[in-house]
C-alpha cells in the first residue's frame, strides 16, 4: 500500500515538472542596433581610376578635411516634396561651411585643393597660368560606374576670375574645361571641343543673388569618356563657385533625373 501511494506521488511530480516546462515564455531574441557609423559611405578618390571616366585631371593633391565638413550628417534625409528622388539606396546630406548639397548614398566622395588657372584669350590665343596666391577646393561625388559626378569648385575670393573671350563674355567652356577637362591648357585646345548652350540666370537657394547656368557638350579626342552636363556659376560675396553635373554619353534618362535632383538640393550659405 505505501509502495504505490509512492509511485503516485512521484508519477505526480513528475507531472508538474513536464508542465513548467512547457509553459515557459519563449525568450525574445534582442534587436541588433547599427549606428551611424555602420552606414557610412567608403570615401575613395574617382580621379585615379585606370579607366576613362571623363575626369582627366589626376594631379589631384588630398586635403586632411575635418570631420564637420566630409562626414554626411546622416543617411536619411528630409527633401522637399516636389524633388523627386530617381535612385533607390536614398541620399546623403553633405553640409560644409559654404553649402550643403544631397548626392546618392551609393557614390564615392573625394575633396582636393589645386590651384586656381586663369585663362586669357588674346588675338594670338589663349594662355592658362596659375593665378596668384589662389587655390581652390574641389569636392567631387562620382557614381560607382564613373557614368555620372557632380562636382563643386571653390575659391575664396571677391576677385574677378571668370574667364573672358575677346567679346568680353564669361568663356563658360573655359569654366567647365578646368573641372572636368585639362586645367593646364585653355579650352578647345590642342584639340577637342566644349560647347555651351542655354545660358541663363537660375535662383539659389539659401542667398538672395542669382548664379548663371548652362548646359554644355563635352567631344573630345583625348581618350576619356565623352559627356554632356549642367554647370552654375555663382559669384558670391565672399566665393566664387562652380557647381557641375557631368554624365557620360549615351542613355541619359535617370541621369537627367540624378542632375535635377542634385541641383534641386543645393543651399548655399548665407555668407557665400
Known sequence: MMTRTISGALFLVLILIVSSGCTQPEKTPVPVITGPEMHTTPV???LSSAEPTGIPDTTIIPVNSTANATRPTTKSVTTAPSLKQPVTGGYIRFSGPEYSVEYPASWSTNQSRLPLYEYRHDLHGCNAAPAYNLDRDIRAYSSPDGSMAFFSSLSATDRDIWPHNLNGQVAYEDIVNSVIGTRVTCANSPEGAFTIAGISQ???DGVSFTGTRADYA????TGFTDGTGTIYVVTGRQHR???LFYRSSGNQGIQDSSGD????????DPGF
Not at 563635352?218 to 579626342?221: E, G, P, T, V, Y
Not at 535632383?261 to 548655399?268: A, D, K, V
Open 44 to 46: 575613395a578618390s574617382i
Open 202 to 204: 537660375v535662383p539659389l
Open 218 to 221: 563635352k567631344i573630345n579626342s
Open 261 to 268: 535632383y542634385i541641383f534641386g538640393s543645393l543651399r548655399l
Open 241 to 243: 563657385g562652380v557647381f
